[in-house]
Each structure stands twice: as C-alpha cells, then as structure tokens.
Nanobody
Framework: VQLVETGGGLVQSGGSLRLSCIAS????????MSWVRQAPGKERELVAK???????NYADSVKGRFTISRDNAKQTLYLQMNSLKPEDTAVYFC?????RGQGTQVTVSA
C-alpha cells in the first residue's frame, strides 16, 4: 500500500486548499478512504471519510467547509478545504486499510 499526499501549504484564514492523495498497491475502488489530521499537542482527528458507494462522513469541526471526494479511475482521493481557520493547521494524512501516507502540512495564518 502506498499513499502520497500533496497540496498542502500556507494560506490565510478564509482561504482554500485542495489536498490530493494518489493511492497504489491495493484495490482503490473497493476501499473506504479517509483524511485524518494531527496538530501539535492534539489527538489525531478523523476529518472525513468516503465509502465505496460514495457516502461520506465529516467531523463536526469541518462540516460545511470541507468536501471529500474520490476518482476511482485515477486512484486519487481529494479533500477540498474552504473557509480555512487557524485551528485547521495540522499535518493531513490520507488513510486506507490501516495505512497512511507521509502527510502534507497545512498552515492557516490568522
């Protein structure tokens, strides 16, 4: 299993970013996929999850601002993040089948 996240960066409060995760080594279309984040001094948080049929779940903290999606043909998972807040600052990881990628840093300035 290999998961490679891209798209992080520094953005001002209220801005947007789109994260991508390219997956390989497993049957992407048959796997639920998640985005999790880890901020310094805080517990890991499940941000969003997308199931095989396309149903989604979101953490209350990001509902209405973040959108998770998948492109099975490209074996790619996305996270569109709008109206970003400083408290969204964290390393964001793509996760599947108990594995996760190396993460991508998202920093939101006030």
């Amino acid at each position: 299993v290999q998961l490679v996240e891209t798209g992080g960066g520094l953005v001002q409060s209220g801005g947007s970013l789109r994260l991508s995760c390219i997956a390989s080594g497993f049957t992407f279309s048959s796997s639920a996929m998640s985005w999790v984040r880890q901020a310094p001094g805080k517990e890991r948080e499940l941000v969003a999850k997308i199931f095989i049929g396309g149903n989604t779940n979101y953490a209350d903290s990001v509902k209405g601002r973040f959108t998770i999606s998948r492109d099975n043909a490209k074996q790619t998972l996305y996270l569109q993040m709008n109206s970003l807040k400083p408290e969204d600052t964290a390393v964001y990881f793509c996760s599947a089948l108990g594995f996760r990628g190396q993460g991508t840093q998202v920093t939101v300035s006030a």
